[in-house]
C-alpha cells in the first residue's frame, strides 16, 4: 500500500526563519511529487511540484527530492505569519491512481 | 481564468439517504479527481475520470461513485449515507497525466445526521 509519512507537528517557527517540511514515501515507482498548503477551513493550494532529484526553488519555496531515500521536503525562507497553515506532501505514480498525501504537518510561524 | 467550481458548499443529510455532487473543473482539464478529507484519515483518493472514463478507484465501497461527462464536469454519488461519510468532498482537476499538478475546488462539506 503506498504511502506518505509527514511529521504532524505542530512546528513552531520564528517569523523570519527558514521552516524545514519533510515527508518520506513508501512507492518507488513515485514519480511526481507535490507540496500543498492547506490553510484552516479552506481547500489544499498546490505551492511546489518536483520531478526530479535534487532542488527546485520558487521564490521562498525550495522543495527537495532525493529519490534513493524516497525523501521529499520543503524549506520556506524568511517564513511569515501568513505561511502558518497545514502543508501536505502528496505523491503521484503519474497515472490514473490519483495522489497519495501524507496527513499534513500544522506550521505555526510566531510574529 | 475560473477555478475548479464545487457545489453545493455545505450539504446536511440523513442516514440512509443518498447524495450527489458536483464538480466543474478548470477549462480545458479533462482529468478530474475527487478526494475524502476528514481529520481522522485526512485526504484519501476516491477515483479519478479521464474522458468520461473511469482510470481508477481508490479503496471505497461500491455506495461511492462517481460520472464524468462530455463537458468534463463530473458528479459524485453517494447512497445509503452513513454518519463516517460526513467530510470535506474535494474535487481536482488536471490538465491531463497530472504530472503538472492538481488543482482543487473548494470542496463540499457533507454532515450525515
Known amino acids: 500500500q503506498k504511502e506518505v509519512e509527514q511529521n504532524s507537528g505542530p512546528l513552531s517557527v520564528p517569523e523570519g526563519a527558514i521552516a524545514s517540511l519533510n515527508c518520506t514515501y513508501s512507492?518507488?515507482?513515485?514519480?511526481?511529487f507535490f507540496w500543498y498548503r492547506q490553510y484552516s477551513g479552506k481547500s489544499p493550494e498546490l505551492i511546489m511540484s518536483?520531478?526530479?532529484?535534487g532542488d527546485k526553488e520558487d521564490g521562498r519555496f525550495t522543495a527537495q527530492l532525493n529519490k534513493a531515500s524516497q525523501y521529499v521536503s520543503l524549506l520556506i525562507r524568511d517564513s511569515q505569519p501568513s505561511d502558518s497553515a497545514t502543508y501536505l506532501c502528496?505523491?503521484?505514480?503519474?497515472?490514473?491512481?490519483?495522489?497519495?498525501f501524507g496527513k499534513g504537518t500544522h506550521l505555526i510561524i510566531q510574529p | 481564468k475560473a477555478g475548479v467550481t464545487q457545489t453545493p458548499r455545505y450539504l446536511i443529510k440523513t442516514r440512509g439517504q443518498q447524495v450527489t455532487l458536483s464538480c466543474s473543473p478548470i477549462?480545458?482539464?479533462?482529468?478530474v479527481s475527487w478526494y475524502q478529507q476528514t481529520p481522522g484519515q485526512g485526504l484519501q483518493f476516491l477515483f479519478e475520470?479521464?474522458?468520461?472514463?473511469?482510470?481508477n478507484k481508490g479503496n471505497f465501497p461500491g455506495r461511492f461513485s462517481g460520472r464524468q461527462f462530455s463537458n468534463s464536469r463530473s458528479e459524485m454519488n453517494v447512497s445509503t449515507l452513513e454518519l463516517g461519510d460526513s467530510a470535506l468532498y474535494l474535487c481536482?482537476?488536471?490538465?491531463?497525466?497530472?504530472?503538472?499538478?492538481?488543482?482543487f475546488g473548494s470542496g463540499t462539506r457533507l454532515t450525515v445526521v
Open positions: 477549462s480545458g482539464h479533462r482529468s
Open positions: 518536483i520531478y526530479s532529484n
Open positions: 481536482a482537476s488536471s490538465a491531463g497525466t497530472g504530472l503538472s499538478g492538481y488543482t
Open positions: 502528496a505523491a503521484s505514480g503519474g497515472g490514473a491512481d490519483g495522489l497519495t
Open positions: 475520470y479521464f474522458s468520461e472514463t473511469q482510470r
Open positions: 512507492d518507488r515507482g513515485s514519480q511526481s
